[in-house]
């Protein structure tokens, strides 16, 4: 039996009984697609095979896709890639490290940093380790003025940050926030269309557009597929820049995500006529600090960037440095994070931030 005009052909085919409920035939998962795709038409017969399911009725047919990932960026969740010895290796992301530094790396790094380990150290001998967030959640501040809810939401995180058992987090404002931003959105909108050109373009066959892992990972791609070269030569990843983002929160949150992972669900194909299903994005970011980020003409690039507010640039710039100072000796430095454990506490750690979003659609042939 061949389907969407010979291009997918089914090769294993469960009998189509001679039931008379043929719904129960129909997986768990999709049956409420069904109901919703049929409602009271009654289904006459229901074709069962490894990645999609027919379901008919006398004037209905609609073909159930299994969810398939069709794009994911080079950087996995918390890793990335070094080339070592002529092989791409995976290896945590470098602002996912914590305590790793000697003084002397660090101080290689930023001069500035010479008595900035031992100040740091001090200060929580004296007054415990809630103390050492102050100038980077006075920071966080600035950056989230415009928002009180997100400014809740980072100060979280660098609770969280401080705190030192968090792996991964999430939080729905965040999520909330990143899906109706303009940045999200414009990203949102080009996958969808490059989507709809191409499942017009091989007749709904999501198949053709499954991003596959490599054998062999170059050093810029993981996976092969139509739709992931597509992506990668056209469509930037969401970046949280501009004005709007420096003072709503999202910069300092999140500012550019590590990666994005796109993945078809509910996809099915109406009569041949209408492509129906849901995008889901998963964005992931690191919640840290990496080597580049200290070096000073960054530090001042960050504060300078998007022709910031002036007035209020000039005013709280030694915050702004405290912070990102602080920050990174926190979640850097050997030695700070041995006093700290010595004081049977964790100490600070980076974390990974997730944020799904699901948008619907629906394609006319």
Same mark, same amino acid.
């Given at each position: ?33 069904? /109901? #919703?795709? +049929?409602?009271?038409? =009654?289904?006459?017969?229901?074709? *069962? @095979? $490894? ?52 003084? /002397? #790396?660090? +101080?290689?790094?930023? =001069?500035?940093?010479?008595?900035? *380990? @031992? $100040? ?246």
């Amino acid at each position: 039996m061949v389907y969407f005009g010979g291009e997918v052909e089914i090769k294993k085919i469960e009998p189509i009984l001679k039931s008379t409920d043929k719904f129960n035939l129909i997986p768990n998962n999709i049956k409420p697609l069904v /109901k #919703e795709d +049929f409602k009271s038409r =009654k289904i006459t017969s229901v074709i *069962i @095979d $490894e990645k999609f399911i027919i379901v008919k009725s006398d004037s209905h047919t609609v073909i159930y896709y299994k969810d398939t990932l069709i794009y994911e960026s080079f950087k996995p969740r918390g890793k990335d890639f070094q080339k070592i010895n002529n092989r791409i290796e995976e290896v945590i992301a470098d602002d996912l490290k914590y305590g790793d530094l000697s003084n /002397k #790396e660090i +101080f290689n790094i930023n =001069k500035f940093y010479t008595n900035w *380990i @031992d $100040e740091l150290i001090f200060t929580y001998t004296k007054y415990g380790k809630d103390i050492l967030g102050l100038n980077f959640k006075a920071m966080a501040n600035i950056f989230s003025i415009s928002s009180k809810e997100m400014r809740d939401t980072v100060q979280d995180m660098i609770d969280k940050f401080l705190l030192g058992n968090c792996k991964s987090y999430s939080n729905n404002f965040l999520t909330n926030n990143v899906k109706l931003n303009d940045k999200f959105k414009n990203y949102h909108k080009e996958i969808e269309r490059l989507l709809n050109s191409k499942l017009i373009e091989h007749k709904g066959n999501l198949f053709r557009l499954e991003a596959k892992k490599k054998n062999t990972i170059t050093i810029s791609s993981r996976y092969d597929g139509e739709f992931q070269k597509l992506v990668e030569d056209t469509i930037n990843k969401p970046a949280f820049t501009g004005f709007k983002n420096m003072t709503n929160g999202l910069k300092i949150a999140i500012n550019g995500v590590w990666g994005c992972r796109v993945k078809v669900k509910n996809y099915r194909i109406i009569n041949n006529n209408f492509y129906k299903g849901i995008i889901e994005h998963n964005l992931y970011d690191n919640f840290g600090l990496n080597k580049d980020d200290m070096n000073l003409s960054n530090i001042n690039k960050k504060i300078y960037m998007n022709n910031f507010v002036e007035g209020l640039i000039q005013k709280n710039i030694p915050i702004v440095r405290l912070a990102f100072d602080d920050w990174f000796v926190l979640q850097r430095s050997k030695k700070l994070h041995e006093k700290i454990r010595n004081s049977n506490e964790l100490p600070p750690k980076p974390f990974i931030v997730d944020m799904n979003i699901e948008e619907k659609f629906c394609f006319r042939n």
